[in-house]
């Protein structure tokens, strides 16, 4: 815990560079899962009908507020 203290403490004032998370990825293996990432969710709507995507959006929204205090 204290090294990550002092991590953020050094980033802060400029005496570190903030660490890259895609250090010693493979390259190819980030821009494939990207690119994955980035057509699903459309891919996923068009093969979808209206009413199967509705009911999704409707368990989505629903686990969304799920945890909300009733005011």
Do not use: C, I
Not at 28 to 52: H, I, Y
Not at 53 to 58: G, Q, S, T
Request: hydrophobic share 40%; glycine share 10%.
């Amino acid at each position: 815990m204290n090294e990550l203290a002092r991590q953020l403490v050094d980033e802060a004032t400029g005496e570190a560079l903030p660490a890259d998370p895609d250090a010693g990825k493979d390259p190819a293996a980030v821009a494939l899962g990207r690119k994955g990432g980035l057509k699903g969710g459309k891919a996923r709507a068009a093969k979808m009908t209206p009413e199967q995507r509705r009911e999704a959006a409707k368990k989505a929204a629903a686990a969304r507020w799920h945890n909300r205090s009733k005011s």
